[in-house]
């Protein structure tokens, strides 16, 4: 089954602990993208990567960390640092020429 | 002042009525203009991609863009209550590697 899957889609973590959301997919697309997304603010953009190995900052990349290790692979870290990390977070994917990008089913992270 | 404005709703419409999506912007280079559906709890699906002024249809969706006004529509006809979604306007400024900007999102239900 193609497309972009994104883990655990719950999640719940204690003040102060790390946590990793996984992003993995299919498409053969080269850019991928973390977004958060919150009540009244829509899609914020974190951090987003073109190529293997290398990511850029978005526009809310403080308390958080990626890695691009592989094409099919854009895992985020939510760090200890991230001050307000109870969001819905969406992992996107678009190839190097579109325009336009594909979703996730995302993750919920809830810090307890 | 938030580059991309976007009336959060909720809306609510009966069965059929034909249902108006607006978003506004305050940059003109803004060039790539989207809607996505985002049913609750899952990540948003594109629904529709235009780049030039006018109309685009798909269907029971038509968008619309004036760039003059800097304003963009979704139509959506012969609503049904399996359209009740939140529903996200999208620009880009690039001609590719896709750095959107998302409006808030419009909470639509569309009643039996």
């Known amino acids: 089954d193609g497309g972009i899957t994104q883990s655990p889609k719950y999640l719940f973590r204690k003040e102060g602990q790390n946590v990793t959301l996984s992003c993995e997919q299919n498409?053969?697309?080269?850019?991928m993208y973390w977004y958060r997304q919150d009540p009244g603010q829509g899609l914020r953009l974190i951090y987003y990567s073109q190529i293997v190995n290398d990511f850029q900052k978005g526009d809310i990349a403080e308390g958080y960390s990626v890695s691009r290790e592989k094409k099919e692979s854009f895992p985020l870290t939510v760090t200890s640092a991230q001050k307000n990390p109870t969001a819905f977070y969406l992992c996107a994917t678009s190839t190097s020429s579109g325009n336009t990008i594909y979703f996730g089913e995302g993750s919920w992270l809830t810090v307890v | 002042q938030k580059e991309v404005e976007q009336d959060p709703g909720p809306l609510s419409v009966p069965e059929g009525a034909i249902v108006s999506l607006n978003c506004t912007y305050s940059?003109?280079?803004?060039?790539?203009f989207m809607w996505y559906r985002q049913y609750s709890r899952k990540g948003p699906e594109l629904l529709m991609y235009?780049?030039?002024?006018g109309n685009k249809e798909d269907g029971r969706f038509t968008a619309q863009v004036d760039k003059s006004s800097k304003y963009i529509s979704l139509f959506i006809r012969d609503s049904q209550p399996s359209d009740s979604a939140t529903y996200l306007c999208?620009?880009?400024?690039?001609?590719?590697?896709?750095?959107?900007?998302f409006g808030e999102g419009t909470q639509l239900t569309v009643n039996p």
């Open positions: 498409l053969n697309h080269d850019a």
């Open positions: 940059n003109s280079a803004f060039q790539y």
């Open positions: 235009t780049y030039s002024s």
């Open positions: 999208a620009m880009s400024k690039e001609t590719s590697g896709s750095r959107l900007t």
